[in-house]
């Protein structure tokens, strides 16, 4: 044991309180979509708009990805310890804000410096765990930290749907707070405020470009779920200018010497394609996210609670799956389990496009078990793999791409999701809107949720149905959008991993180093 490094109990209780703040990011990232449905709600919500919702989600995903180099950086200058402490109250007074917002604005603005704050705290509690342990420990340590993501990511809707059945839809962001207070405490008694010898250098350029170029082409996206088309102006330039600015931003990290994005790793056939593959697993999660919400707890019924326990098994196949396909990779390879269990994921997440409302809910179920084991068989030995392939000096590096790439797949999936399901809905939706009063007709063309609020008011059984039917093929078409986006990232694994017919299989991709990450960590 170095001089630096703390006794074995007091490096157990430094791990007890990084899990304990991480809690936050762990259950906030899906606490969100179980208040979707209250949400859109006039009266018992905000009456946020799909496009609302999206960017509440999309606002924090874009703030973590932009800034998590840069919170890594201040980590290096300022001590990870404050760097920690300045996350933690940063996320509760966002989540306060959040909590009181009384527009679908105030909410998103909310949301955005809730990213900020999660941008500050996952780098610096890497930094802590690194600095904390000695290098032979340091795998168990980050086993443990990341195997408590599963408790967060189930624990989240259930979470989620007793608040909202005892309280406003606000207590689901409102819950932060204390967390907070005692995560403050914790880390200030407990936690050593260890800094790198070596400071990062900050990457302005870099975090002004990546984050403007994302958020660019996610507004374009939106913005074409708003309109239900791709053909306008604002669409298109939107999307334009975002696609210029990520391709800026590519150019400008290759010729700066520390770059926080480096793209030259991307060159390695396995780590680029391990890393596309991760994204398109996201994007894939996260646009079914967006309308299975509404299905439960709208076209569905279900209360909030109810509907959070549905997605349970889900949330349990994603624990499950993850050491036994790393036990499978281990004697097979990645190639072979990853890819077959991402394809098996994609089916389960096509199949929704054969509900109803009239489907067994056993059988939703049965398809979030599946598809929840089947995406623990393909995070946890995929990201082994890719961060395994690189070198000691260039793993930190590696896994800046890895996060960012995880998180821009977020983005873009809540933005695609939510505007295929809007495009769709409306335009099956304008047939059945013939003959009724303009202020109706508008309400009920934004979205299925307002649709039934306005038959509710109106005793119109007729609009509920055709809202209920209008969503329904929207949702079917997001589901094979979304078992698309798995398969292509299914066929990237299965051609990036192929052995080298010279040197056959690699070391890595036979025997992938243990992880069991979550899907939002």
């Known amino acids: 044991m170095s001089s630096t490094t703390p006794p074995p109990t007091r490096r157990r209780l430094i791990l007890g309180v990084l899990i304990f703040a991480q809690l936050l990011i762990w259950l906030d990232g899906t606490i969100l979509s179980t208040a979707f449905e209250t949400l859109s709600d006039p009266v018992r919500g905000l009456g946020a708009t799909p496009g609302q919702l999206q960017w509440a989600t999309g606002a924090y995903t874009l ?23 300045a996350g933690m109250a940063l996320f509760g007074i966002a989540s306060a804000i959040a909590a009181y917002a009384t527009t679908p604005g105030q909410l998103i603005a909310g949301r955005a410096v809730m990213g900020i704050g999660a941008a500050l705290l996952v780098p610096a509690t890497m930094a802590v765990v690194s600095w904390t342990f000695e290098p032979a420990e340091r795998p168990a340590a980050f086993g443990r930290l990341s195997s408590f993501a599963g408790v967060g990511l189930a624990a989240g809707p259930i979470l989620a749907g007793a608040l909202l059945a005892r309280f406003w839809w606000g207590s689901v962001f409102l819950v932060n707070v204390p967390v907070v207070v005692l995560g403050l405490g914790f880390i200030a008694r407990y936690v050593p405020n260890s800094r790198s010898p070596q400071v990062r250098r900050l990457d302005p350029a870099g975090m002004l470009l990546s984050t403007a170029g994302l958020g660019f082409l996610t507004y374009g996206l939106i913005r074409a779920g708003q309109d239900a088309s791709f053909a306008q102006p604002r ?6 200018a975002g696609i210029v600015l990520i391709a800026a931003f590519v150019v400008t990290e290759l010729r700066i010497a520390h770059p926080s994005f480096d793209p030259r790793l991307m060159a390695q056939r396995r780590f680029a394609a391990g890393n596309i593959t991760l994204m398109m697993v996201f994007l894939a999660m996260t646009a079914g996210s967006f309308y299975l919400a509404f299905y439960l707890q709208g076209a569905r019924q279900y209360s909030a609670f109810d509907a959070s326990l549905l997605a349970l098994p889900g949330a ?17 390879s990645v190639r072979l389990v990853s890819s077959v269990s991402l394809t098996v ?69 809540i933005a695609a999701g939510g505007t295929i399901t809007s495009i769709v809905y409306q335009r099956s939706i304008d047939g059945s809107l013939t003959g009724l009063p303009d202020a109706v007709r508008r309400q009920a063309h934004v979205s299925a949720e307002l649709a039934r609020h306005v038959a509710a008011a109106t005793h119109d059984t007729r609009l509920a149905d055709a809202a209920d039917a209008a969503f329904l093929h929207a949702m079917h078409v997001g589901a094979l959008w979304t078992a698309g986006f798995a398969l292509i990232g299914a066929a990237v694994l299965a051609v990036g991993f192929r052995p080298d017919r010279r040197t056959g299989p690699v070391k890595e991709e036979a025997r992938p180093r243990l992880t069991t990450s979550s899907p939002r960590s």
């Open 63 to 85: 703030a973590f990805a932009g800034l998590m180099f840069t919170g890594g950086a201040l980590g290096d200058r300022f001590g990870h310890r404050n760097t920690l402490l």
């Open 345 to 413: 994921a994609a089916l389960a997440m096509g199949s929704l496009a054969l509900f109803d409302t009239a489907t067994p809910i056993a059988w939703y179920s049965a398809v979030m078990l599946v598809q929840g084991t089947s995406i623990g068989m393909v995070i946890a030995p995929v990201t082994g793999a890719v961060l395994g392939s690189l070198s000691p000096e260039r793993s930190g590096a590696g896994s800046a791409v890895n996060s960012t790439l995880r998180q821009t797949g977020s983005v873009l999936g």
């Open 235 to 240: 669409v298109w330039g939107w999307t334009a």
């Open 316 to 332: 349990l196949g994603v624990v499950v799956g993850s050491p036994v396909a790393v036990r499978l990779a281990g004697r097979t």
